[in-house]
T-cell receptor
C-alpha cells in the first residue's frame, strides 16, 4: 500500500542553526504535501503545504521543496528557535488518502 | 470558526469492552478522517469519508472497528471488543475537500487495561 517515509526520527540543533527533514512517498498520484507540527499533548497543526505543480514554497523561516520525479519532499527551518521544538510530520495525499510519515522530533537547544 | 470537536477527551476501559468516540467536523467540511496515533508514532489513517460515503477504510480492522458518518456531518468510531494494543489517541480531522488543509480535533486518549 501507499506509505510515506520520514527521516530523521530525531534531530537536535543549536538555536540559530538550520534543520532539514526529508520525506519520500510511494503513491505517484500524490499531489498535495502538507507538513504538520505537533507539540506535546496537542493536536497536529499545519505549518506549510505544497502542491505538485510547485517545486518550492517559502513562508518566513520555513520552506518546503518537492521533487516529483524522485518522490521526495523536504522541510527546511532556518534560524531555529527553542519554540520550534516539537514533532514534525510530513504527509502526502494522493488516491483518496492523506497518509502521514512517522514523525521527526526536533529539539532546539538555546 | 469553530474547530473540530471530539468527545470524550479521555477514556479508560477494560479489554473486551466496547467504546465509542464522537466527532463533529468544521461546518461545511466534506472530508472527514479518523486517525489512530500510538505514542511516539505518526497518525495512522483508519478511515476517510467524503460526505457520508467511505473513500478509504483499508487500514480499519473491520473485525472490531466500525465507523459511520450519518448525514455527512457528525461521525462516530466504535471499537468492539477492545484489545490492549488499541490504546492510543484517536484523532478526528476534517477538510473542506481533498487536497486542502486538514484541521484536527483535540483527540480522544484511549487506555485499554
Amino acid at each position: 500500500g501507499e506509505n510515506v517515509e520520514q527521516h530523521p526520527s530525531t534531530l537536535s540543533v543549536q538555536e540559530g542553526d538550520s534543520a532539514v527533514i526529508k520525506c519520500t512517498y510511494s503513491d505517484s498520484a500524490s499531489n498535495y504535501f502538507p507538513w504538520y507540527k505537533q507539540e506535546l499533548g496537542k493536536r497536529p497543526q499545519l505549518i506549510i503545504d505544497i502542491r505538485s505543480n510547485v517545486g518550492e514554497k517559502k513562508d518566513q523561516r520555513i520552506a518546503v521543496t518537492l521533487n516529483k520525479t524522485a518522490k521526495h519532499f523536504s522541510l527546511h527551518i532556518t534560524e531555529t528557535q527553542p519554540e520550534d521544538s516539537a514533532v514534525y510530520f510530513c504527509a502526502a495525499e494522493g488516491t483518496d488518502k492523506l497518509i502521514f510519515g512517522t514523525g521527526t522530533r526536533l529539539q532546539v537547544f538555546p | 470558526e469553530a474547530g473540530v470537536a471530539q468527545s470524550p477527551r479521555y477514556k479508560i476501559i477494560e479489554k473486551r469492552q466496547s467504546v465509542a468516540f464522537w466527532c463533529n467536523p468544521i461546518s461545511g467540511h466534506a472530508t472527514l478522517y479518523w486517525y489512530q496515533q500510538i505514542l511516539g508514532q505518526g497518525p495512522k489513517l483508519l478511515i476517510q469519508f467524503q460526505n457520508n460515503g467511505v473513500v478509504d477504510d483499508s487500514q480499519l480492522p473491520k473485525d472490531r472497528f466500525s465507523a459511520e458518518r450519518l448525514k455527512g456531518v457528525d461521525s462516530t468510531l466504535k471499537i468492539q471488543p477492545a484489545k490492549l494494543e488499541d490504546s492510543a489517541v484517536y484523532l478526528c480531522a476534517s477538510s473542506h475537500r481533498e487536497g486542502t488543509e486538514a484541521f484536527f480535533g483535540q483527540g480522544t486518549r484511549l487506555t485499554v487495561v
